[in-house]
């Protein structure tokens, strides 16, 4: 089966660029996080959609960060413009929803902002 | 969950041994908790779960204890084995909700 598919894996860029993550969620899940994990602040939850409708953005850090989910099969999460302190790996996981709130990570995008 | 930082709490076992990893949640609406397990390069991996209606559950050699009064988690794992080694999250849902709260992690050493 297939799981959670974020590209790239890895992104290098420098501060100012617009970076673009992207992530497929399991098909048939209704619900689709992005998450933010560093050293210092571990695992945050940024945003969650349910049934592709953004839910909670509490969680996004500023202005510079959106996410969009324009069908049940695809989200991106920008940063425009990037800065070195978003430089973290984020993940994105999917949820069947109702009844079932486990949640299946992808393996994460690692970014680096120089 | 509480505060992270730069260095997660560590427990090293023996392998073949029982382990007991513990956490703490503060919300007293949390009706549903996760434990997840993330090796390094990896997403967090779901383990198992367990309602706030019940105060034990047990997976393939993995039991989750939940004690509401002291709001405490805690994830055992039976003859621990060196693919065991990883960060182990736990994390809490809120009033049957989806938004999820990660704990600060624990990592688990397995020596051979």
């Known amino acids: 089966d297939a799981g959670v598919i974020q590209s790239p894996r890895h992104e290098v860029t420098e501060m100012g660029q617009e970076v673009t993550l992207r992530c497929k969620p399991i098909s048939g899940h209704n619900s689709l996080f992005w998450y933010r994990q560093t050293m210092m602040r571990g695992l945050e939850l940024l945003i969650y959609f349910n049934n592709n409708v953004p839910i909670d953005d509490s969680g996004m850090p500023e202005d510079r960060f959106s996410a969009k989910m324009p069908n049940a099969s695809f989200s991106t999460l920008k940063i425009q413009p990037s800065e070195p302190r978003d430089s973290a790996v984020y993940f994105c996981?999917?949820?069947?929803?109702?009844?079932?709130?486990?949640?299946?990570f992808g393996d994460g995008t690692r970014l680096s902002i120089l | 969950g509480e505060s992270v930082g730069l260095h997660l709490p560590t427990l090293s076992v023996q392998e073949g041994d029982n382990s007991i990893i513990n956490c703490a949640y503060s919300?007293?609406?949390?009706?549903?908790f996760i434990w997840y397990k993330q090796e390094s390069g990896k997403g967090p991996q779901f383990i198992i779960d367990?309602?706030?209606?019940?105060d034990k559950r047990q997976g393939q050699r993995v039991t989750v204890l939940l004690n509401k009064t002291v709001k405490h988690l805690s994830l055992q794992i039976a003859a621990t084995q060196p693919g065991d080694s990883a960060v182990y999250f736990c994390?809490?849902?809120?009033?049957?909700?989806?938004?999820?709260?990660f704990g600060a992690g624990t990592r688990l050493f397995v020596k051979a």
């Open positions: 994390a809490e849902n809120i009033n049957g909700g989806f938004k999820t709260i």
């Open positions: 367990i309602r706030s209606n019940m």
């Open positions: 919300n007293s609406a949390s009706d549903y």
């Open positions: 996981a999917s949820s069947p929803g109702t009844g079932d709130r486990s949640q299946h």
